[in-house]
């Protein structure tokens, strides 16, 4: 005899940046409801998307996001969800209900689409879409073990607050951004640093910006 597999349900419980971390990190508490069923373990597959079309967007987000979705006018068309990152997690055993961590790094390179668009935002709520997968492992009549796939029809969605987002960042590169440079790129760029004997790379973006505005 074969016992029904357990049906789980998800929801995002909170977000909050994970102190202290060796990088910019968001722990996402996860509940995980198996409507009383007793559940030996829980292999997820996530799937964190960013619902891009779930928001509005101010002058200044839209000129910053131009890179990632064009001009304004063209949204209708070229605005969409991005995907964030994908991970997986081992959920111990539990009885009906649990709540389980979900460590998400942040990167703060610009040449990842979702990093752009975080950053792009000045205040608000990340629409947020978690997409779920996997193996839940169940006990069954007499208490034999018995294994079910998760439908990635399992989901949950979620508003994180950009602040938080920009909390974690802050933590670890305050009033900071990093820029990705082509190696031939970054000796042209010290070369000029070195032959105007600039302080900082700051100074010398400075004065290429000075020059390309006059």
């Given at each position: 005899?074969?016992?029904a597999?357990?049906e ?11 102190r ?5 990190t ?5 509940g995980?409801d198996?409507g ?23 002058a200044?987000?839209?000129?910053k996001?131009a ?27 539990f009885d009906?209900?649990t709540?389980?961590d979900?460590?998400?790094?942040c990167t ?5 689409a ?34 079910s796939?998760?439908s990635?029809?399992a989901e ?13 960042i ?6 900071s951004?990093?820029?990705r ?14 032959a105007r ?9 400075d004065?290429?910006?000075q020059?390309a505005?006059?």
């Amino acid at each position: 005899m074969t016992a029904a597999a357990p049906e789980l349900r998800f929801t995002v419980l909170g977000v909050a940046p994970e102190r202290p971390a060796a990088a910019p990190t968001l722990r996402f508490s996860l509940g995980i409801d198996a409507g009383g069923a007793a559940v030996r373990s829980v292999m997820l597959e996530i799937q964190l998307r960013i619902a891009a079309t779930q928001r509005g967007y101010d002058a200044a987000e839209q000129a910053k996001l131009a890179e990632l979705f064009g001009a304004p006018h063209r949204w209708a068309d070229t605005l969409r969800g991005l995907l964030w990152t994908q991970a997986t997690l081992v959920v111990p055993p539990f009885d009906g209900s649990t709540v389980a961590d979900l460590y998400v790094p942040c990167t703060y390179d610009f040449e990842v689409a979702a990093a752009k668009y975080l950053a792009a935002l000045g205040d608000g709520d990340v629409p947020l879409e978690l997409l779920f997968s996997g193996t839940v492992f169940y006990a069954g009549p007499a208490g034999a073990l018995q294994v079910s796939r998760i439908s990635w029809s399992a989901e949950a969605a979620h508003r994180l607050p950009v602040r938080v987002w920009r909390e974690a960042i802050d933590g670890h590169f305050p009033h900071s951004a990093w820029l990705r440079l082509d190696r031939d790129a970054f000796d042209r760029l010290a070369a000029f640093k070195a032959a105007r004997t600039l302080p900082s790379w700051e100074a010398a973006l400075d004065v290429l910006l000075q020059d390309a505005e006059t």
